[in-house]
T-cell receptor
Framework: DTGVSQNPRHKITKRGQNVTFRCDPI?????LYWYRQTLGQGPEFLTY????????KSRLLSDRFSAERPKGSFSTLEIQRTEQGDSAMYLC????????????FGPGTRLTVL | AQSVTQLDSHVSVSEGTPVLLRCNYS??????LFWYVQHPNKGLQLLLK??????LVKGINGFEAEFKKSETSFHLTKPSAHMSDAAEYFC????????????FGRGTSLIVHP
């Protein structure tokens, strides 16, 4: 399968713990996005990479959140000191160059913070 | 700046009747517009996209959308609903001259009755 993959698919953690999610984009895509989606809402932008450079980060994003894409391939999203409000589906998407290029989404990682 | 408004949070139709999901956008530049579908527990999938070519865009599964610049609209239609169309639909805008960060609408839930 050559689509976008995300691991793990589900994560349950206790408040205050750190969690890390991984996204493997489609190999020839240079752009990678992270979104958060809660029930009944559309995906909310978190951050965006072009190759290995993190070009944008949402102003709403707490400094407990950090993302990397060290070699311009896979990416990780880390949440430190998780809070119950972090419970959501975390989506990763990749896209090839070009403004009109659509995004290809992974299945998401569902985070539950107890 | 760009934004998108999905005018209905829920649309309910009977199987075999037409579907209309409404989307209005705002952008400072020429927009690219997309419709994505999200079935329960599945990732987002592109239905169709508009990229300044033909204003009537045909997508997968019999869906189509018409770009109307004068009305700043990009409504999604289908002549005859099928039970399998029941899902969440997202309208997305991205604009030239800005960053490559698409803006999602909050979604419209399509309910199809037998």
């Amino acid at each position: 399968d050559t689509g976008v993959s995300q691991n793990p698919r589900h994560k349950i953690t206790k408040r205050g713990q750190n969690v890390t999610f991984r996204c493997d984009p489609i190999s020839e895509h240079n752009r990678l996005y992270w979104y958060r989606q809660t029930l009944g809402q559309g995906p909310e932008f978190l951050t965006y990479f072009q190759n290995e450079a993190q070009l944008e980060k949402s102003r709403l994003l707490s400094d407990r959140f950090s993302a990397e894409r060290p070699k311009g391939s896979f990416s990780t999203l880390e949440i430190q000191r998780t809070e119950q409000g972090d419970s959501a589906m975390y989506l990763c998407a990749s896209s090839p160059p070009g403004l009109a290029s659509e995004q290809f989404f992974g299945p998401g990682t569902r985070l539950t913070v107890l | 700046a760009q934004s998108v408004t999905q005018l209905d949070s829920h649309v309910s139709v009977s199987e075999g009747t037409p579907v209309l999901l409404r989307c209005n956008y705002s952008s400072s530049y020429s927009p690219s517009l997309f419709w994505y579908v999200q079935h329960p527990n599945k990732g987002l999938q592109l239905l169709l996209k508009y990229t300044s070519a033909a204003t009537l865009v045909k997508g997968i599964n019999g869906f189509e959308a018409e770009f109307k610049k004068s009305e700043t609209s990009f409504h999604l239609t289908k002549p005859s609903a099928h039970m399998s169309d029941a899902a969440e639909y997202f309208c997305v805008v991205n604009t030239s001259g800005g960053s490559y960060i698409p803006t999602f609408g909050r979604g419209t839930s399509l309910i199809v009755h037998p």
